[in-house]
């Protein structure tokens, strides 16, 4: 059974920067897509940002409302392969609530990787909450 392991987030003032850490379980295989959703109370599940790591590259993929604002990124290391960060900067008070950590084993197409119910594997979330 694969786990997904969310880190960071918290509290930040609007401006500011966080980081999100996700890891999934060490015995896991290769994830060779991984992304992040977030969900405000009230708010539909929403794509932020993926990376698709395949035998051509790594490809990276940004939700229109945190372009520019937000980076995604995977170690690369054999041991830490299946862990991607989300540099979130700029932070504003929409940008507040659950983010959530996704992958799968395959390696999703450009009509996929938005989509939530192409990944097989879900963290737990972890709250953002940026105040004004």
């Known amino acids: 059974q694969v786990q997904l392991v969310e880190s960071g987030g918290g509290f930040v003032q609007a401006g500011g920067s966080t980081r999100l850490r996700c890891t999934a379980s060490r015995d896991s295989a290769t994830m060779n897509s991984m992304a992040w959703f977030r969900q405000a109370p009230g708010k539909e599940r929403e794509f932020v940002a993926s990376?698709?790591?395949?035998?051509?590259?790594?490809?990276?993929?940004?939700?229109d409302s945190v372009k520019g604002r937000f980076t995604i990124s995977r170690d690369t290391a054999g041991n830490t392969r299946n862990t991607v960060n989300l540099q979130m900067n700029s932070l504003n008070p929409g940008d507040s609530a659950i983010y959530y950590c996704a992958a799968d084993t395959i390696w999703l197409t450009p009509a996929q990787y938005m989509d939530a119910s192409k990944y097989d594997y879900w963290g737990q979330g972890t709250q953002v909450t940026v105040s004004s």
């Open positions: 990376v698709i790591w395949t035998s051509a590259g790594t490809r990276v993929y940004y939700g």
